[in-house]
């Protein structure tokens, strides 16, 4: 079990379960944020689904698949794209982890915004005006504006003792900065995505992704700072001096 204690924590208790879907045996994950506490359970401490769940369903071959109420889109249908966009999001903050070591602070936080993409896809799978009110309401995310007021908490508290720069600041830092930044661009790809679908889905949903772009070009400062690397700036081109130049 992996625990954390952040002071920009509010008390309370949120449970984040990545949405399990037929194709897979996804092993879900619980967050807790209680008494300024964060817990993530491992693998080892959920309900595992067994292997003989296939992958494969094979009725997505004809160019359609479903959204969580059972309807059949196409696959080009606009909440695919936000769907594969957000995937992609967290596949990148995954990367993203991968480069930095186990024991930073900023793991677990990164860990918890996997989880919450998840619950973002649910509720992008899940159209509000959708038949199956049980299912738009079983999908509801963040009606309190918990999880953005908690992103924005994290953003003031790490922005603390960040280097400042008058000139812009260009991906770089390392590679788990520069991943983030990768990261960070794709969620603003993403909230692109999800304007179309600005009827259908709930708000803070809208607001929590456009939150978390802000969070990540942070997040990336952040480990660039922790880690040691100092990060390029943009020079105009009278103070540029180049190979070229010589």
Not at 72 to 94: C, H, N, P, Q, Y
Not at 131 to 143: E, G, H, L, M, N
Request: net charge positive; proline share 4%; hydrophobic share 40%.
């Amino acid at each position: 079990m992996l625990s954390i204690t952040s002071s920009s924590l509010r008390t309370g208790l949120r449970i984040c379960q990545p949405h399990i879907t037929r194709r897979g045996f996804c092993i879900s994950q619980r967050v807790f944020a209680e008494k300024s506490k964060i817990t993530i359970k491992s693998p080892d401490e959920v309900k595992s689904y067994p292997a003989t769940i296939k992958v494969y369903t094979r009725t997505g071959d004809k160019g359609s698949s479903a959204l969580f109420t059972g309807e059949r889109r196409s696959k080009d249908d606009a909440v695919f794209e936000a769907l594969g966009t957000t995937d992609e999001l967290s596949s990148m903050i995954g990367l993203a982890i991968a480069h930095m070591d186990s024991s930073s602070s900023l793991v677990p936080r990164l860990e918890v915004i996997q989880c919450l993409l998840q619950d973002v896809g649910s509720n992008v799978a899940t159209p509000i005006g959708a038949k199956s009110q049980a299912k738009v309401k079983r999908t509801r995310f963040d009606p309190d504006g918990f999880h953005c007021d908690n992103l924005e908490a994290w953003i003031d508290e790490m922005s603390e003792g960040l280097p400042v720069h008058r000139s812009f600041i260009l991906p770089s830092g390392g590679l788990a900065a520069s991943t983030l930044h990768v990261a960070r661009t794709i969620c603003r790809r993403a909230e692109r995505s999800l304007v179309p679908l600005m009827d259908d889905i709930d708000k803070e949903t809208f607001m929590f992704v456009n939150r978390l772009s802000d969070f990540l070009f942070v997040a990336a400062r952040w480990i660039a700072m922790k880690q040691g690397i100092t990060e390029k700036i943009y020079v105009h081109p009278k103070g540029r001096v180049t190979e070229f130049d010589k």
